[in-house]
Nanobody
Framework: QVQLVESGGDSVQAGGSLRVSCAAS????????MGWFRQAPGREREGVVA???????RVADSVKGRFTISKDNAKNTLYLQMNSLRPEDTGMYYC????????????????????WGQGTQVTVSS
């Protein structure tokens, strides 16, 4: 059974840093396109950053230079390091897994991913 469990969400001040994690089970995440997405109240879910099996990444312009995705294949865990956080980064953060080809075709398109976690809340106050 495929399962993704996010953790690490918190409330932080603007300019601060936070790392959220996504523990995968039931599949080998290193073989999939893995991504982080976020959704603020009243807004559509948007892609933040994605990574393929080789470690190549695609980063949304809104977080470029501030957010970094990484993975520990031994732990089957995906991470999102967020620095210089802004109030507009507030939202529910989700990790997702999709077919490997997705990282070439549309890595930041949420509707293409097959598996989703339940999300972890990140709140950035000014």
């Amino acid at each position: 059974q495929v399962q993704l469990v996010e953790s690490g969400g918190d409330s932080v001040q603007a300019g601060g840093s936070l790392r959220v994690s996504c523990a995968a089970s039931g599949f080998t995440s290193s073989r999939y396109c893995m991504g982080w997405f976020r959704q603020a109240p009243g807004r559509e879910r948007e892609g933040v950053v994605a990574t393929d099996s080789a470690g190549s990444t695609r980063v949304a312009d809104s977080v470029k230079g501030r957010f970094t995705i990484s993975k520990d294949n031994a732990k089957n865990t995906l991470y999102l390091q967020m620095n210089s956080l802004r109030p507009e980064d507030t939202g529910m953060y989700y990790c997702a897994a999709g077919p490997a080809a997705l990282c070439v075709a549309a890595p930041l398109a949420p509707y293409k991913y097959n598996y989703w976690g339940q999300g972890t809340q990140v709140t950035v106050s000014s």
